[in-house]
Structures are given as structure tokens and as C-alpha cells.
């Protein structure tokens, strides 16, 4: 399984970024991705996650209204998904990273240890 992360860059307060994940080798159908993001010194923290089956979407509160996750499943082996944020705040600069695992259930959709598969990150800062 391959995953790589674009699109982050550098942003005002306030305005827009969206970042994409190619996913490349999924063996499976019923996988979750996610975003989550990461600053120095702090653990991995979720930002928004979506369901192959059924595209059920769930977003962590800070994020809520603000960002939304897409995607297109070309087929089982292969997506490309996507972040939109929107309105961004200065809290928002992180290393952000897309995550997928076949296994996931509910209850553990914002676990950062229970996903498999890694992209590396992208750098989103937010800065006047």
C-alpha cells in the first residue's frame, strides 16, 4: 500500500488549502481513510476520516464546518482523497498525514495506532 500526501503550502488566516492523497495497492474494499495532523512535541491528532463503504464522513469538533473529506474510489485498489479546509486558523499549521486501514472499527476511527498505512506528511502552514 502506497500513500502520498500533496498540497500543503503556505496560508493566511482565513483562507483555503486542499490537501490530496493517492492511495495506490489497497488489496481490500472496506477501508477507512483519514487525515490526521501533527505538531512538534505532540502526538498525532485526528482531523477527519471517511468510510469506503457507504462514505460515511466524521471530523473531529475542531475541524466541524470547516473542513470537509471526499474521495474517489477508482476501485478496490486504488483512491485519491481529499481535505478541504476552509476559514483556517493559526492552530490549523501542522504536518498533516493521510492513513488508511482495512480493519478499523468505529470506535477506534480516531486512533492514530490503529491505522496501518502511512503517507508521508505535508506541511500546511498558516501564517500572516
Known amino acids: 500500500v502506497q500513500l502520498q500526501a500533496s498540497g500543503g503550502g503556505l496560508v493566511q488566516p482565513g483562507g483555503s488549502l486542499r490537501l490530496s492523497c493517492a492511495a495506490a495497492?489497497?488489496?481490500?474494499?472496506?477501508?477507512?481513510m483519514a487525515w490526521f495532523r501533527q505538531i512538534p512535541g505532540e502526538g498525532r491528532e485526528f482531523v477527519a476520516a471517511?468510510?469506503?463503504?457507504?462514505?460515511?464522513?466524521?471530523?473531529?469538533n475542531s475541524v466541524e464546518g470547516r473542513f470537509t473529506i471526499s474521495s474517489i474510489f477508482r476501485d478496490n485498489a486504488e483512491a485519491t482523497v481529499y481535505l478541504q479546509m476552509n476559514s483556517l486558523k493559526p492552530e490549523d499549521a501542522a504536518v498533516y498525514y493521510c492513513?488508511?486501514?482495512?480493519?478499523?472499527?468505529?470506535?477506534?476511527?480516531?486512533?492514530?495506532?490503529?491505522?496501518?498505512?502511512w503517507g508521508q506528511g505535508t506541511q500546511v502552514t498558516v501564517s500572516s
Open positions: 492513513a488508511t486501514d482495512p480493519n478499523l472499527i468505529l470506535s477506534s476511527i480516531r486512533s492514530p495506532s490503529m491505522y496501518k498505512y
Open positions: 495497492g489497497l488489496p481490500f474494499s472496506g477501508y477507512t
Open positions: 471517511i468510510r469506503r463503504n457507504g462514505g460515511r464522513t466524521y471530523y473531529a
